[in-house]
Structure formats: C-alpha cells, structure tokens
C-alpha cells in the first residue's frame, strides 16, 4: 500500500470478499434471493365487490391478514371505463344491464417476502368473504416494473447464476487485483532480498496477509453457522495457488 494505495488496498479489499463470500456462501444466497425483483416489488391482487358486499367489512378482514401491507381502492370510473372497452370491442350487440356496473374494486399490496403459498393463503381468504356471483379476485400479480427489472443484465445474471455467480465474481476481481499488486512485490522483494540478504519475502508478506484472511473469516464463518468444508477447501486452493507464483526466483523489473 506504501508503493500504491490504490492497488494495495484493492488487493487487500477482494481478499477479504472472497474470503468472506466463500465461508459465508449459505448467507450470500438468501442475499441474492432477497434482492430478486419478485422480493423488491410489491406483490398485489385486486378484489372486485358488487353492491352487496360489505366493503368496509371486507377491508377490515384483509387488513387483519398476514403479509398485507396496503389497501386501496381503485377509482370507479377507471373500471367502468375498462368494462366500456371491453363491451366496444365485442360488439354493438352486445350490451351489459346497469346493476353490474355498480361494483367496486380494492387493490391489496402484499409484503413481497411471503413465499408464493403465504400469497395464494391470502388470496384465497379474501375469495372466501362472498361467493363468486358477488366478490371475484385476480391472481397474484406484480407491477410491470418487475418484467424491466427481470430483464436487466445484472438480474439476469444473478438468476442463472445466484450465489456462485457472486463468489466467481470476487475471485475473478480477486485475481486482477494480484496481478496488479505483482510487479510491486516482484521489485520492492528484489531489493530487500538482495541488499538485506533475505529470502522469500515475498511468499512471506503475501502468504502472511492471506493466511491472516484465511483464518479471521473462516472463524467467523464457524461462529455463523456459514461455513462449509467445500467452501473453505476452494478458498484454500485458490489462495495457495496464487501463493506458490511468489515462489518463484525474483529478478529486478521496475514497478509500472
């Protein structure tokens, strides 16, 4: 970090991501679940009464459920003005009697942390409140800000690949920050192997800093609950692979 703060501090940034996204992989993937567009945006169905419904009394029933976050009411003339649609392109012949169009429609936003059953659980309360000739609920719908969100590369990617899909994003920041870092431990090792008769200094300072890593992450991956043979034993690998290149017989090459 002396030599380059930036390339230092990155290196010593991604070791800590990789490390920690490796033995705590199982907490990663409810992180990736939670952020899918499903889990950000609210949920919602809309009930729609006719006249003879109690509506107060069905909003109160709703509000007492699980998981519903709001109740509101859809303007009136926005459904009738969705019925006239409909009629217009059926037909002139066909027609609709007056009292259907006396109803009311009630959009109810669900928390989007409920699993799909705890939606449906809701939904099918609500249908229960009157029969069919009366009351008739959608299903379970999400905004259309969800289908822009879902096809977003970043969501993509996140879909297809999920938790190792961050893991190998870490490793893969991981890498190019040592590769930055090499030239810096290739000179400055040179010099204090040379002038003050060491060796290995820099599989030394770089084995040193990433067994510190290594350690203070699985530890507390074992307290968390997160860690995983598997997992550390790639973590191992990839850290020690990268290692032995500080092996190597060091010749003077300046830093870029």
Not at 91 to 119: C, W
Not at 125 to 131: N, R, Y
């Amino acid at each position: 970090m002396g030599e380059s703060f930036f390339r230092g501090l990155s290196f010593f940034l991604f070791s800590c991501l990789l490390a920690f996204s490796l033995t705590h992989r199982p907490w990663i993937a409810e992180v990736v679940e939670k952020v899918t567009p499903e889990k950000l945006i609210n949920p919602y169905f809309v009930a729609v009464l006719d006249g003879t419904v109690d509506g107060a009394a069905l909003q109160k029933m709703i509000g007492g459920l699980p998981g519903v976050k709001a109740i509101s009411e859809r303007s009136k003339e926005e459904g009738e003005g969705r019925i006239r649609n409909l009629i217009t392109e059926l037909g002139v012949d066909y027609s609709i009697a007056p009292e259907l169009m006396q109803f009311r429609m009630l959009r109810v936003s669900l928390n989007p942390s409920l699993s799909r059953d705890s939606l449906e659980f809701v939904r099918s309360q609500v249908s229960k409140f009157a029969s069919k000739d009366h009351l008739n609920v959608t299903s379970v719908k999400y905004p259309e800000v969800t289908g822009i969100m879902k096809a977003h590369p970043f969501y993509v990617f996140l879909a297809k690949a999920g938790d190792w899909g961050v893991v190998f994003a870490f490793a893969l920041f991981w890498i190019i920050s040592y590769w930055l870092c090499y030239q810096i431990f290739r000179s400055r090792s040179y010099v204090i192997e040379k002038f003050q008769r060491k060796k290995y200094v820099a599989a030394k300072s770089i084995g040193s800093g990433l067994a510190l890593v290594f350690v203070f992450f699985s530890g507390m991956g074992l307290l968390n609950g997160t860690l995983k043979f598997f997992d550390l034993l790639i973590l191992f690998m990839v850290f020690s692979v990268f290692w032995t290149f500080s092996m190597q017989e060091w010749r003077w090459k300046p830093t870029l």
